[in-house]
């Protein structure tokens, strides 16, 4: 029902900025809470940021608040805006689109039905 492709991940340094992409596709999609999760080397997905359906309520993990933003717009795009990048940040990057009105408990990954392929971000000190 939802298609998700992530874009905008790249090499950067350490304190540097990027920039993520989720255009999202297929019916009803704006009515879908979206996320965004990581996931390093060897270790499992983690949640990093998630918005409500109406773009009214977001939400961040503790170590990237005050760093990372996360939006939507009418053009059916959600952003996750990056600054003071660390090497910890280092991941490959999911979007992901889930069917709620929730506006809080968005960090669970099961509430997620929809992902993207994912977009690697390197950090480098």
């Known amino acids: 029902q939802v298609q998700l492709v992530e874009s905008g991940g790249g090499l950067v340094q350490a304190g540097g900025s990027l920039r993520l992409s989720c255009a999202a596709s297929g019916r009803t999609f704006m009515l879908y809470a979206m996320g965004w999760f990581r996931q390093a080397p060897g270790k499992e997905r983690e949640f990093v940021s998630a918005i409500s359906w109406d773009g009214t309520n977001t939400y961040y993990t503790d170590s990237v608040k005050g760093r990372f933003t996360i939006s939507r717009d009418g053009a059916k795009t959600t952003y996750l805006q990056m600054n003071s990048l660390k090497p910890e940040d280092t991941a490959v990057y999911y979007c992901?689109?889930?069917?709620?009105?929730?506006?809080?408990?968005?960090?669970?990954?099961?509430?997620?039905?929809?992902w993207g392929q994912g977009t690697q971000v390197t950090v480098s000190s």
């Open positions: 992901a689109a889930a069917k709620t009105y929730q506006t809080t408990a968005l960090a669970p990954e099961s509430l997620y039905e929809y």
